[in-house]
């Protein structure tokens, strides 16, 4: 059917038709049809362009072509239209009216009167669907990539020190075995915390999203209790303060991953030099928006980081035990929500993230 339209698109444009036939094919059809003069100046539009990019049909009439399509790519055309070509195929990208990008794949044809070439005629037809699932396949592909060798290289470090430390604590002497089993003990809780990771990794890529009500309090409270236990050592002042006026409702797994990473990375990173760790934790829950802050008085983060702190397996520092992939979880996790998350920070003053998730009260969550 696509092609039986491009043929007879081309058709009509060579015979220089412009009588109702014409406006009847194009108006009716979900693609966008432009039509520019010799000067570039477009001079026609379909009115499927307000519905695939938002914006009256005014905003592009009189404007040149060159303000939506690089001049290179322009080039190129003209070049390969010259040639003799009936019609030339290629890919453009416009800006909605949502400051969105939409891809098109569109199909040039010069317009001709009296054998005379007037101007261009193009047919765009979208294909964002396709282009925005063949970006996502690429960034599973490239991230499966970076998880596979992560993952043999994180795994195998504390398998073997373990399995070091068990072949010295047994040639040990009594007293001295209970010093190794500590050690095997860390070492074992290093690959608990990373498979934790890679399952938290897991489940939300794959996981649906659920609306469910959330006490953010006791949550808090029962990740708190389990994050003292991984970090026994680690004395810290933690507290927190929660207000609003309307209950929760979200996915409760994916609040519960976002709470419990950002949660360990200020305990990992707290500064021991400071005398009075602690972690401030403030939420405010209204009925379009669950805002919450947690800062810390910790090691901080280079200003030089801070945009890459949410990549794939990046440290911005090398104490403690992190693999890199705790903050990707957060961003990813709050991006799923629909949420947003920003960082200030300081080297030796501390760190502030700022976390906003949509609240999902009167409305379902809206399934990717």
Not at 239 to 254: F, M, Q, T
């Amino acid at each position: 059917m696509e092609e039986q339209k491009e043929q007879i698109f081309c058709l009509l444009v060579k015979m220089e038709c412009r009588d109702e036939l014409f406006r009847e094919l194009v108006e009716n059809s979900e693609d966008i049809f432009i039509v520019a003069d010799r000067e570039l100046k477009i001079q026609y539009a379909s009115s499927s362009v307000t519905k695939v990019l938002g914006v009256e049909i005014g905003f592009l009439l009189g404007k040149n072509i060159l303000d939506f399509i690089e001049s290179e790519k322009l080039h190129r055309w003209d070049q390969s239209l010259k040639k003799g070509e009936d019609h030339i195929t290629d890919e453009v990208i416009f800006t909605d009216g949502s400051n969105h990008e939409v891809y098109f794949d569109v199909s040039v044809s010069k317009l001709f009167h009296e054998e005379k070439a007037q101007g261009l005629a193009l047919k765009l037809y979208n294909v964002t669907s396709q282009k925005l699932r063949e970006q996502e396949l690429i960034r599973s592909n490239q991230q499966l990539d970076q998880v596979i060798y992560k993952t043999t290289h994180d795994l195998k470090a504390p398998v073997m020190s373990a399995l070091g430390l068990v072949k010295i604590a047994e040639q040990a002497s009594y007293e001295e075995q209970s010093l190794y089993l500590g050690m095997i003990k860390k070492s074992l809780l290093r690959l608990d915390s990373f498979i934790e990771e890679m399952n938290n990794f897991y489940r939300n890529e794959k996981l649906a999203l659920h609306r469910e009500k959330i006490d953010l309090e006791n949550m808090l409270s029962e990740e708190l209790d389990n994050l003292k236990n991984l970090y026994p050592d680690r004395s810290i002042d933690i507290s927190w303060n929660i207000g609003g006026n309307a209950e929760l409702l979200s996915d409760k797994v994916r609040v519960q991953t976002i709470i419990t990473n950002i949660l360990s990375n200020a305990i990992k990173y707290m500064d021991l030099q400071k005398q009075n760790p602690f972690i401030k934790i403030a939420a405010q829950i209204t009925e379009e928006v669950c805002d919450i802050q947690v800062e810390d008085n910790g090691i901080g983060i280079a200003q030089a980081y801070q945009e890459k702190i949410f990549d794939l397996f990046f440290r911005a520092t090398d104490q403690g035990q992190g693999t890199g992939l705790g903050l990707f979880i957060v961003k990813d996790t709050i991006d799923r929500l629909k949420g947003t998350i920003n960082v200030q920070s300081k080297i030796g003053e501390g760190t502030i993230f700022k976390i906003s998730i949509p609240n999902q009260l009167y409305q379902p969550i809206e399934i990717e």
